[in-house]
Every structure is written in structure tokens, then in C-alpha cells.
């Protein structure tokens, strides 16, 4: 029973800390998102063979329905700024990684987190308040209406084409 007990309270655990809490519980975009956590990272990766950063949030966005192009730098030219402290799920966030502008993105998940391809660690849920993410952080982007917004976030959607 104890083994139980603890193997649950770390699966709760585990959940809580891939994003659990977000506006996007049970949604499209979060189905979209578990379904390649762990994925392998792939310099110039746009499919689930393997992501790089630009190629994982294009992927996502297919999904949803929305096209973007294979690029931190392009992406963060489209949508509309949003401020750190009004973010969504789904909006995209960018960082300065190489020191030379925009070159890196992922995609709020809720709760103080972002989905992102890691050259590192491939598919995987990281904190905002990271301190490399911090001192990196360039801005965010909401891409979608609020029509899509709405669509996507409702739970009842139908995933079928979520691979």
C-alpha cells in the first residue's frame, strides 16, 4: 500500500511540475505538447523524429491549425507583443541564446512554464523564472486570436488529428 501511495504521489508530482494548471488542462494544445515531450532534439528537426527549437513550436501550431515559419527569428516577427506578466498559454516566448538577437522560442504552457525543444534535453517543460531563461528572455508574441484561442482551449474540441 505504502508503494502505492508514494509511486501516486509522485506521478502527481511529475504532473504538476509538466504543467498542470495551465488554462489549456486536457486541451488541444496540451495533447499536442505530451504527446512529444522527451522527443529528441535535431538541429533543423520539424517532425517528431526530432525538434529544434522553431521546428517544435511550428509543429504545434500546425496542429492547432495555424502556419508558421521555420525560424525563431521570423516567428517572433509575427503576432502581437504580450508582456511577461499578461502571457497566455499558447503565446510563444523568445530568447537571446547565442548573443545575438532572437534565437530561441517555445510555447506558454501556463503556470510559469514553456514547452521548447532543448539542444540538451529535447522536448521538455522549463520555468520562465530559470535563471538562464530569465537572463535571456527577449519578449512574447501571441499568435493566435481570440477565436482560435477559445477553440483551442476548449477541452471538447475534437483530437482525433492529434498525432
Same mark, same amino acid.
Given at each position: 500500500?505504502?508503494?502505492?501511495?508514494?509511486?501516486?504521489?509522485?506521478?502527481?508530482?511529475?504532473?504538476?511540475?509538466?504543467?498542470?494548471?495551465?488554462?489549456?488542462?486536457?486541451?488541444?494544445?496540451?495533447?499536442?505538447?505530451?504527446?512529444?515531450?522527451?522527443?529528441?532534439?535535431?538541429?533543423?528537426?520539424?517532425?517528431?523524429?526530432?525538434?529544434?527549437?522553431?521546428?517544435? &513550436?511550428?509543429?504545434?501550431?500546425?496542429?492547432?491549425?495555424?502556419?508558421?515559419?521555420?525560424?525563431?527569428?521570423?516567428?517572433?516577427?509575427?503576432?502581437?507583443?504580450?508582456?511577461?506578466?499578461?502571457?497566455?498559454?499558447?503565446?510563444?516566448?523568445?530568447?537571446?541564446?547565442?548573443?545575438?538577437?532572437?534565437?530561441?522560442?517555445?510555447?506558454?504552457?501556463?503556470?510559469?512554464?514553456?514547452?521548447?525543444?532543448?539542444?540538451?534535453?529535447?522536448?521538455?517543460?522549463?520555468?520562465?523564472?530559470?535563471?538562464?531563461? &530569465?537572463?535571456?528572455?527577449?519578449?512574447?508574441?501571441?499568435?493566435?486570436?481570440?477565436?482560435?484561442?477559445?477553440?483551442?482551449?476548449?477541452?471538447?474540441?475534437?483530437?482525433?488529428?492529434?498525432?
Amino acid at each position: 500500500m505504502k508503494k502505492k501511495l508514494a509511486v501516486a504521489a509522485v506521478s502527481m508530482s511529475i504532473l504538476f511540475s509538466m504543467g498542470a494548471g495551465s488554462v489549456f488542462a486536457d486541451s488541444k494544445l496540451d495533447k499536442v505538447v505530451d504527446k512529444v515531450i522527451g522527443t529528441e532534439y535535431k538541429s533543423g528537426g520539424t517532425s517528431t523524429n526530432g525538434f529544434d527549437c522553431s521546428g517544435f &513550436t511550428q509543429y504545434v501550431f500546425n496542429k492547432l491549425g495555424i502556419d508558421l515559419p521555420h525560424q525563431s527569428g521570423s516567428q517572433y516577427k509575427m503576432g502581437k507583443a504580450v508582456p511577461k506578466d499578461e502571457l497566455k498559454a499558447g503565446d510563444l516566448v523568445f530568447f537571446n541564446t547565442l548573443g545575438n538577437g532572437v534565437s530561441h522560442v517555445g510555447v506558454y504552457v501556463g503556470d510559469g512554464k514553456f514547452a521548447h525543444a532543448s539542444s540538451k534535453r529535447g522536448v521538455t517543460i522549463s520555468k520562465l523564472s530559470d535563471s538562464y531563461y &530569465t537572463n535571456r528572455y527577449v519578449g512574447a508574441k501571441r499568435i493566435m486570436s481570440n477565436e482560435k484561442f477559445e477553440a483551442v482551449a476548449d477541452s471538447s474540441t475534437d483530437n482525433d488529428d492529434v498525432e
